[in-house]
């Protein structure tokens, strides 16, 4: 009688756990994500072969898995992207000849969504599915025949890093495509792959229906987001089978943490919500400007330092974190949003170079003066001016919702 006593009494514990949870996901309206799209296995092969091959960058010494690595989680595993020039050394990066980019190498899963219509941390390649139009860094884009092929902001993208002098193009007088405008860099460059024998296959195979003489490099971009579409998709989270209504697919922590994430004491979801774990907008959040150039992100009016709220599917596999990867660990980035002041005028850029020791050839730096430190924080994200209030546990609890219930790993067997 004791134990069935017991027995109930837990049952019930559990149930309003999940009663409470479930009345934030239905509040907060997240959803988990369901299978994407593709237009073909052969387009897949073609991306799987383009993604890694660095004949598609001018100095054929980088392809864009040199950059998106998926044991890093399609990251790269070090603060700020390293441009081409760079080489492995005993299987690190290391910058040598390479430019410091001035971002973060971010993930890659799960942004072939309809929905995910925006590239980069700072928006520049965006995708007006109404209008069905790009908005990109190059003008008059949408008048080019290579975006009839493209479908969405992802395919958009990966036409990006292969002009981009300092990832993948080099500098002129190294090759003869970096002399050109961009649109021609595109054209030679896709030229040059269509002419490679071991290409022929995989290149009738995909484009069966479409005549050679209208093949271009929004293809292949095509066929790059379709493979990335494939290999990086992270719907097989706890979080998403909790989602379709599994109870038992989150332990007791984690649900406590996602009440955390999902309420005032934490705050996560006024923008880490809906399908995606983000609402798209652009914050100042006070993260540390570090590396060698200050970078204001996206610039509104009086507002600097705007950045997108990325999404969080896998994000245990992806540190370092932030636009410029300045902050190392979850542990942090929870810390820096307990206290964000603290975190900005304490930032030890110390610790960071010593992580990442022999990456840079120039220890990286931190650039905030007084008047920048201050700047962020009068203009901090307004969700973020009051304190959080954390007991160690909750701290725990978030970090376990954040580590296990986002996490999928069964990409690695779809690489
Ligand atoms: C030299 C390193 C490097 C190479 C090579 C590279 N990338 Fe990137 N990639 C980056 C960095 C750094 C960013 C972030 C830049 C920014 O936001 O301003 C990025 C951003 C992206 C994004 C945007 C993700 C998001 O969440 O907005 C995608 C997608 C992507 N790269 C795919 C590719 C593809 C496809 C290729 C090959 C055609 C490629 N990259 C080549 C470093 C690289
Ligand atoms: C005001 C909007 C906002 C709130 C509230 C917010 N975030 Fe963020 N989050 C962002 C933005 C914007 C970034 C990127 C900022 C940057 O890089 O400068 C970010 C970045 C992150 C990252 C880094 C992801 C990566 O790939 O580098 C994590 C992890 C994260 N947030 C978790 C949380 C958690 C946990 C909470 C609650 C304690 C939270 N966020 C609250 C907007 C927000």
């Not at 994407?36 to 660095?54: C, H, N, P, T, Y």
């Not at 990109?136 to 949408?142: A, D, G, I, R, S």
């Not at 009839?148 to 090759?175: D, R, T």
């Not at 949003?337 to 030890?348: A, E, F, G, I, T």
């Amino acid at each position: 009688m004791i134990f069935f006593l017991l027995l109930s009494w837990n049952l019930s514990i559990a149930d309003v756990l999940d009663n409470e949870l479930r009345h934030y996901i239905s509040q907060i309206g997240y959803r988990p994500l369901t299978e994407v799209q593709i237009d073909s296995w052969e387009m897949v092969k073609l991306g799987r072969k383009l993604f890694a091959d660095r004949r598609l960058s001018g100095n054929n010494n980088i392809s864009c898995l040199d950059c998106h690595s998926p044991a890093q989680g399609g990251g790269d595993g070090i603060p700020l992207g390293l441009g081409e020039g760079f080489n492995y050394v005993n299987n690190a990066r290391r910058q040598l000849y390479g430019a410091v980019l001035k971002r973060n190498t971010p993930p890659l899963f799960n942004l072939a969504y309809g929905n995910f219509n925006m590239m980069f941390w700072d928006a520049r390649v965006e995708y007006d599915s109404w209008a069905q139009t790009y908005r990109t860094p190059l003008e008059k884009f949408n008048d080019l025949a290579l975006t009839k092929y493209l479908n969405g902001a992802l395919s958009a993208q990966a036409l990006f890093p292969i002009a981009n002098h300092e990832e993948m193009l080099g500098q002129v007088g190294e090759n003869p495509y970096a002399e050109l405008p961009t649109y021609l860099v595109w054209n030679g460059l896709a030229e040059k792959i269509f002419k490679l024998p071991d290409y022929q296959g995989f290149l009738q195979a995909a484009f069966k229906n479409i005549r050679r003489a209208d093949w271009n490099m929004g293809l292949l971009a095509r066929a790059i987001s379709n493979y990335e579409a494939y290999a990086f998709s992270a719907i097989q989270t706890p979080w998403d089978k909790y989602l379709r209504g599994d109870n038992n697919a989150m332990s007791e922590a984690e649900k406590k943490g996602a009440i955390i994430f999902s309420t005032p004491k934490g705050r996560c979801f006024v923008c880490h919500n809906s399908d995606h774990l983000t609402n798209f907008s652009f914050h100042n959040i006070g993260i540390p400007s570090i590396g060698y150039n200050d970078d204001q992100g996206r610039v509104f009016g009086q507002n600097a330092y705007l950045f997108r709220t990325p999404p969080l599917r896998n994000v245990a596999l992806t540190a370092p974190y932030m636009h410029n990867g300045s902050l190392t660990t979850l542990r942090e980035v929870i810390e820096h949003y307990v206290n964000p002041m603290h975190s900005l005028y304490l930032y030890d850029i110390e610790a960071l170079n010593t992580k990442y020791a022999g990456t840079y050839n120039v220890p990286l730096k931190w650039l905030d003066t007084d008047a920048s430190a201050n700047y962020k924080m009068e203009t901090l994200s307004p969700p973020l001016r009051t304190q959080l209030i954390l007991s160690d546990e909750d701290k725990n609890n978030l970090l376990l919702f954040l580590e296990k219930s986002l996490t999928d790993t069964s990409y690695f067997s779809r690489l």
